[in-house]
């Protein structure tokens, strides 16, 4: 490992070596899946360009090291400035996207799910509560809206930064989940594949049904997003990645 490198471009390099097309096909190994988790673990804010979302709002010093790193007069993003959700790209190629949905209190991303996707995801700063479901059967593909028995996983799980990175698989961990800031915070995501419509994998949005005669469970029918949703964008100003271009076009 290169000392020098920033954090996020170690978490890149993993990202490319655990999740390229060249790599083993399937799902990552369990090996693979702590390694990134570890990286993730060792993520804050700072080490993605955003400032603000720790005690006292200043960035933490375990971050000097990759501040020396960065060019002089580097800028970082307010965490006080989001408020509304926003997404923060930081880079997304056919096999692996990493962004920051940076949540303002008491902003909800609706109940959604990942389809084929393996998702690992570190809670930077703040807290928030979480509902998932994995599909009961194998995830509903037919019909013109989505509709299916769903397992509950989670119902109204606390999260406080700082706490470990959490992984989902296309069919269990809470593949369907909704996140609900109940501070300001900001969850750095790593998607493998990243969402595409054409390719089988769009985005989409549910309502529950609890069911009363069988408890643990929920009907789960798709849904539209509620009036005025929005997902905000802002620009990645954290250290620049090196990317691979050789795996981005394989």
Request: glycine share 8%; aromatic share 8%; with cysteine.
């Amino acid at each position: 490992m290169d000392d020098h490198q920033s954090k996020v471009q170690r978490l890149y390099d993993a990202c490319d070596a655990v999740f390229s097309s060249g790599s083993k096909a399937g799902l990552p190994t369990l090996k693979q899946i702590r390694w990134l988790q570890d990286l993730l673990d060792g993520m804050e804010a700072a080490d993605v360009g955003i400032e603000g979302g720790g005690s006292g709002g200043e960035r933490s010093s375990s971050s000097e090291d990759d501040d020396e790193r960065s060019p002089p007069g580097r800028r970082f993003l307010s965490a006080r400035a989001f408020t509304r959700i926003t997404y923060v790209h930081i880079h997304e190629c056919d096999d692996f996207s990493i962004g920051v949905f940076c949540f303002p209190a008491g902003a909800t991303l609706p109940l959604h799910d990942h389809p084929q996707m393996v998702v690992l995801s570190k809670l930077l700063y703040g807290s928030m509560r979480v509902k998932s479901y994995d599909w009961a059967n194998a995830p509903p593909c037919s019909g013109p809206r989505k509709s299916g028995l769903a397992r509950v996983v989670a119902v109204d799980e606390m999260r406080e930064a700082p706490c470990k990175a959490s992984v989902l698989f296309p069919r269990s961990g809470g593949n369907i989940h909704s996140l609900t800031a109940v501070t300001p915070c900001a969850l750095l995501d790593v998607l493998a594949p990243p969402y595409a419509e054409d390719l089988g994998r769009p985005s989409t949005y549910f309502s529950d049904i609890p069911i009363p005669s069988l408890p643990g469970f929920a009907v789960l029918e798709e849904a539209d997003l509620p009036d005025g949703f929005r997902v905000a964008g802002a620009p990645y100003v954290g250290p620049e990645l090196t990317i691979d271009m050789d795996s981005m076009y394989n």
